[in-house]
């Protein structure tokens, strides 16, 4: 009785989510920080509002704010280039389905998110996956035209290695293909550069961001889409009709509003995050540059898969990731300088 695409696949494995509390959880990129405190205010108002009734279908109040927030980045934006998700996973399957059909192809760079895989699965479309170089640059080849390409993902910073490829390289990859690039920008806020200045040049380059990691909300689930205002009302057509629930809604906007809360924990984030490198590759880790709030560590003369299971026995979570092809690697989110030492006392 299922659809033969739906039989066929495995489905997507979202990391550990323990129910232990006093587990150090740096398995899921997570906000170190507890959000600003103006989030909990605004929930708490709206909660005490009109819960009875249906929220806002395109959550208009986080539009306006984000649009002023984002104008520096892309002075053409207005509410119209924003469309809003029940966290960006939401909007990536949104994309996914307005692009992609039965038959058709979707491209994604290797090792990346592997949730684009699952996404082209359930459409029982075929993937095409194009590996980064060992060094984390991007090819021409992932520009190439294939029969029935319809859309490319590439999550920049990229996830699991924090690189970053520029974003004069993404403008001349997507210029040279043949479908809509969307540029998943998860962790941007995280990194020195984002594309977020394409989308007025290239009507095919989309961005999406998310508040569960910058904005230190994943238990909210409130992601969002920037592109031309044309590419919007398509998307429009295919999200559910309230896909943001009206204390999302409350909840992002008061994030949003808040950026003296986000720089301030963007720059705790980097500080630890520049530490953490630095004590990992002394104690003989490879670790690469990372833009964004997890770490990347590879080492050949360590058994990464022991070392997994022996810090999660001791109550430590990261992440274990081998992508078959490339070293095996742990991923590491940047934790408090107290929950790092803890690891670091560890390793
Ligand atoms: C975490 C993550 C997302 C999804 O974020 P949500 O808004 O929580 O759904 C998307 N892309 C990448 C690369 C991520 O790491």
Known sequence: MFREAIQQMTGYTPGEQPRREKVIKLNTNENAYPPSPRVVAAIEQAAAGSLQKYPD???TAFRERAA????SDLPEITPEWILCGNGSD???TILTRTFVGEGDVLRYPNPSYVLYKTLAEIQGASVDVVDFAPDWTMGDEFAVPVDRLRLAYLANPNSPSGTVVPAERVASLAAAMPCPLVVDEAYGDFADTNCLGLVAENERVIVTRTLSK???????RFGFAIAQPKV??????????????????????AAIDDQPWLADNRAKVLATRGRMITELRAKGFTVTDSQANFVWCTDSNRNLKELYESLK???VLVRYMPYPGWPEGIRVTVGTDEQVDA?????
């Open 90 to 92: 939401d909007i990536l």
């Open 343 to 347: 690891l670091l006392a560890l390793v």
């Open 68 to 71: 002023e927030v984002l104008r």
């Open 232 to 253: 919007i009302e398509q998307l429009a057509k295919v999200k559910d009709s309230y896909n943001c629930d009206m204390l999302a809604i409350a909840a992002a906007t």
């Open 313 to 315: 026995q001791m109550g």
């Open 57 to 59: 279908p395109v959550a």
């Open 214 to 220: 910058s904005y230190a909300l994943a238990g909210i």
